[in-house]
């Protein structure tokens, strides 16, 4: 609705209102556009389901800080979280009721951050925190409360312990100069600590990572060493995609990194999705294995981090 409004007693006349007749369509559009505009921009850098910004504006809002870091030259924390155990939530309870425990994780921890801090949802169940001149002994204590709060959402819905939180943390400068360093550290701490928690009931035996690496396999009879796309891994196994034909029990030799011939593991082919992809199961491991098993987690977990992170620069840039 547009009203004019002038002081004297009838003062507009016929001719205001055709002038206004005819503008009136031209302002109602350039209005609507300018909405619509806002919005799409606000859709671009806030995340739907939480209200909480998205990883675009987390990278924007990250190289601000630590842009004014280096000028005031004080520290940084990142904080990178991600859910245990939210699988097993919508396994059993529904993605609707998922949902209702990431909105009230995110509620929760925004709420619980400093009038300063940025509070972020990466995608999926991760969430990162900035925290700036966050001492060493406070970022633990929050670390602490941010796990307490993740708990506290998934008894809220489920009516059960069922949930609990990884979290990992990078400072800087000590441990990077820029965002891709810093959220690389911490995302690496936070895999580490994933791995060495407890199992809940229903839960994987080992916790799995979504990934996306080019890997070499070789059968145990030989040949040429043909090139898959590692998707998922855990200590346990892994998903490979590839179009070559293998049959469940074929023993296989999977080598992680070109560079690195010790990044290998063995394995036996326990599922088969012709035309996709196998699902491999690791061979028992002793203690020298699983030692190096950690160090390709850590490969893969670094080497698909870089590469989403480099993605991400390539967007907010363009």
Do not use: W
């Not at 000028?71 to 904080?79: E, I, Q």
């Amino acid at each position: 609705m547009l009203a004019l409004y002038r002081g004297d007693r009838d003062a507009f006349t016929s001719d205001h209102l055709r002038i206004l007749l005819a503008v009136s369509g031209k302002m109602a559009l350039a209005i609507e556009n300018a909405l619509k505009y806002q919005q799409a921009e606000n859709s671009a850098i806030t995340d739907y389901l939480t209200g909480l910004p998205n990883a675009r504006s987390l990278f924007l809002q990250l190289d601000r800080e630590l842009a004014r870091c280096k000028r005031d030259n004080s520290s940084l924390t990142v904080m990178v979280s991600d859910m245990d155990g939210f699988k097993q939530i919508n396994d059993r309870f529904g993605h609707l009721e998922g949902n209702r425990v990431l909105r009230l994780f995110a509620q929760a921890l925004k709420d619980s951050c400093r009038e300063y801090d940025y509070v972020a949802r990466m995608g999926g169940d991760e969430f990162v925190v900035i925290a700036p001149g966050l001492a060493a002994d406070s970022a633990s204590k929050k670390a602490e409360q941010m796990r307490a709060l993740a708990r506290h959402a998934g008894h809220e819905v489920c009516g059960e312990e069922i949930l609990s939180l990884s979290v990992g943390r990078a400072v800087y400068p000590d441990d990077g100069n820029d965002a891709e360093q810093l959220l690389t550290e911490a995302d690496r701490r936070m895999y580490i600590e994933k791995q060495k928690q407890l199992a809940y009931k229903d839960r994987r035996a080992h916790p799995r990572l979504k990934c996306r690496v080019t890997i070499e396999l070789q059968t145990e009879a030989g040949g040429l060493p043909m090139y898959a796309n590692l998707t998922d891994i855990s200590m346990g196994g892994c998903y490979v995609e590839t179009s070559t034909i293998l049959t469940a029990g074929s023993k296989i030799n999977m080598r992680f990194s070109m560079d690195d011939s010790g990044l290998s593991a063995e394995g036996v082919v326990t599922r088969l999705d012709p035309g996709a992809g196998v699902a491999v199961q690791f061979r028992e491991m002793n203690r020298e294995a699983r030692e190096r098993m950690f160090k390709i987690l850590e490969f893969v977990q670094k080497t698909t981090t870089y590469y989403n992170n480099h993605y991400l620069n390539s967007l907010t840039k363009s």
